[in-house]
């Protein structure tokens, strides 16, 4: 199954696609993960990635449409994948076509989901996670911790740089402007499946998974 989700910063598709990989036996493509690494590894292109993530902008589309085209091709995407954070403008997502035809291949659901924006800026100012094994926790959501170590490794919780409240909000802007179009383009090429993100997330999964009759 080749599969797209779709939302603002914080409603919960890391979390939905890591239940996914799961269920289906296919890879989670995260571009903002893929980003993170590279600017951890200070690459080239984390180098040049770091002040647009920083400042809650997208990354130029030439770049993450290149990660994305190298990351499809391996072997381990030819059943199936879940792409999360990607495409997040309509440039990408034409881009995305295209690569995905020249290998006789197409997406077959895109699941949007949605929360109100009281929850997203709730969801983002509260989530730490292990800058070690990457485990994700939450202030107040489960697994939740304020401060301190991760469970499974004992690395350190750290907030992520761009879940600042400043930069949060900027987040929010930038995907209303460049990415919430890509409703109205999946809608029209009848592949939108929307889901409601508010509810645990056991609930939502069950219902992203009703959505495309898996
Ligand atoms: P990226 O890493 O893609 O971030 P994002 O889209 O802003 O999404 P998040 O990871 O913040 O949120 P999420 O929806 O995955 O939510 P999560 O499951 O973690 O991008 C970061 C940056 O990289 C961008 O700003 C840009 O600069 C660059 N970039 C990446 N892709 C790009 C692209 N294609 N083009 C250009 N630039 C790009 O959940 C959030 C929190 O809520 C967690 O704590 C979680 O535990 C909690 N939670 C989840 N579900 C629930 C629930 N049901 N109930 C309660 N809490 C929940
Ligand atoms: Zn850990």
């Known amino acids: 199954m080749n599969l797209i989700l779709l939302g603002p910063p914080g409603v919960g598709?890391?979390?939905?696609?890591?239940?996914?990989?799961?269920?289906?036996?296919?890879?989670?493509?995260?571009?903002?993960?893929?980003?993170?690494?590279?600017?951890?590894?200070?690459?080239?292109?984390?180098?040049?990635?770091?002040?647009?993530?920083?400042?809650?902008?997208?990354?130029?589309?030439?770049?993450v449409i290149g990660i994305v085209e190298e990351r499809l091709a391996q072997a381990d995407c030819q059943k199936g994948f879940i792409l999360d954070g990607f495409p997040r403008t309509v440039p990408q997502a034409d881009a995305l076509g295209q690569v995905l035809s020249g290998m006789g291949k197409s997406i077959d659901h895109v699941v949007s989901l949605s929360v109100d924006k009281a929850e997203l800026l709730?969801?983002?100012?509260?989530?730490?996670?292990?800058?070690n094994c990457g485990a994700g926790y939450h202030v107040d959501f489960a697994p939740s911790k304020v401060a301190g170590v991760c469970d499974a490794c004992s690395g350190q919780l750290v907030q992520r740089e761009d879940d600042k409240e400043e930069t949060i909000l900027n987040r929010l802007a930038v995907y209303e402007a460049q990415t919430a179009p890509l409703i109205a383009y999946y809608q029209a090429a009848g592949l939108l499946r929307s889901v409601d993100g508010l509810g645990t997330v056991e609930g939502v999964q069950a219902d992203i998974l009703a959505a495309v009759q898996a």
Do not use: H, N, W, Y
């Open 13 to 63: 598709k890391g979390t939905q696609a890591k239940l996914l990989i799961d269920r289906f036996g296919i890879p989670q493509i995260s571009t903002g993960d893929i980003l993170r690494a590279a600017v951890k590894e200070l690459t080239p292109m984390g180098a040049k990635a770091k002040g647009f993530m920083d400042s809650g902008a997208l990354v130029p589309d030439e770049v």
């Open 122 to 131: 709730k969801r983002l100012t509260g989530r730490r996670a292990c800058a």
